[in-house]
T-cell receptor, first 108, second 114 residues
């Protein structure tokens, strides 16, 4: 049973903001939302995480809805190097559950 | 720091053979994980450990075994290799604490079972 659902793929123009949605309607109160990305076949790379509040770091912003049933990862100015598979996952009791992810294609 | 290192990078096994995938981290992280990733799919957790001497099953533990005798090392053992175990295997580690549990991944081991 998938704990998160994401679109299979998305396109984004270089220099524009990329908004990647994630649905996690069965999230429990103590589960964090994490985002990772995987470029080619490398090991996944941490991007950002949050519990209830919106978060921002040097890579991205994370917007979590008030009911916590969905979230959006925002890459403010996508570059060609941001082309990757982006995973939204939940952290629960020492375990991370990866879904199938969204393939983001950044185009010139 | 080297971070998380995995050996070997590539391996081809025959059905029924055994092997151990090595994973070492030099960040003094208590938590370590093994994942597998099949082509076009997300990662699935095989086993994890919250500290030396403590291991537990993840989503897909069948056909694998692990041990954690030191903080640094977390080897994954395949006893009787099967074609279904053809996959890329990633090891990861993270520091203790829920809010700081960013996972750091190794480069992966590509395993083919023929």
């Amino acid at each position: 049973d998938a704990k998160t659902t994401q679109p299979t793929s998305m396109d984004c123009a270089e220099g524009r903001a990329a908004n990647l949605p994630c649905n996690h309607s069965t999230i429990s109160g103590n589960e964090y939302v994490y985002w990772y990305r995987q470029i080619h076949s490398q090991g996944p790379q941490y991007i950002i995480h949050g519990l209830k509040n919106n978060e921002t770091n040097e890579m991205a912003s994370l917007i979590i809805t008030e009911d916590r049933k969905s979230s959006t990862l925002i890459l403010p100015h996508a570059t060609l190097r941001d082309t990757a598979v982006y995973y939204c996952l939940l952290y629960n009791f020492n375990k991370f559950y990866f879904g199938s992810g969204t393939k983001l294609n950044v185009k010139p | 720091n080297a971070g998380v290192t995995q050996t070997p990078k590539f391996r081809i096994l025959k059905i029924g053979q055994s092997m151990t995938l090595q994973c070492t981290q030099d960040m003094n992280h208590n938590y370590m994980y093994w994942y597998r990733q099949d082509p076009g799919m997300g990662l699935k957790l095989i086993y994890y450990s919250v500290g030396a001497g403590i291991t537990d099953k993840g989503e897909v533990p069948n056909g694998y075994n692990v041990s954690r005798s030191t903080t640094e090392d977390f080897p994954l053992r395949l006893e009787l290799a099967a074609p279904s175990q053809t996959s890329v295997y990633f090891c990861a580690s993270s520091p203790i604490g829920v809010d700081t549990d960013t996972q750091y991944f190794g480069p992966g081991t590509r395993l083919t079972v023929l």
